[in-house]
């Protein structure tokens, strides 16, 4: 294995790894957001708020896109086991 080889897989696990996480990242950011403004307009400030509903998105998006994720993740671990026995 050279340095260009391992370069390549180190790039191609960050990207598997952005796409898996990039979605559940940025809508639980989105809610968190969406729940401080509504915070601070209506004064109410109730930790487990913004923590039940980040949750319920995180799940939902489990759920919808779970089958997504996990092809995804199982191709890029068929492709290392290739490399690696190959």
Do not use: N
Not at 61 to 72: A, D, K
């Amino acid at each position: 294995m050279d340095a260009a080889t391992v370069s390549d897989t180190l790039r191609e696990g960050v990207m598997v790894a952005l796409k898996l996480g990039g979605p559940l990242l940025i809508l639980s950011m989105a809610v968190g957001i969406l729940v401080a403004i509504f915070q601070a307009v209506t004064q109410i400030h109730e930790q487990s708020l913004s923590f039940i509903l980040k949750l319920i998105v995180v799940v939902v998006v489990f759920l919808v896109g779970g089958s997504w994720m996990l092809s995804t993740l199982q191709e890029y671990t068929r492709s290392l086991f290739t490399m690696m026995l190959g």
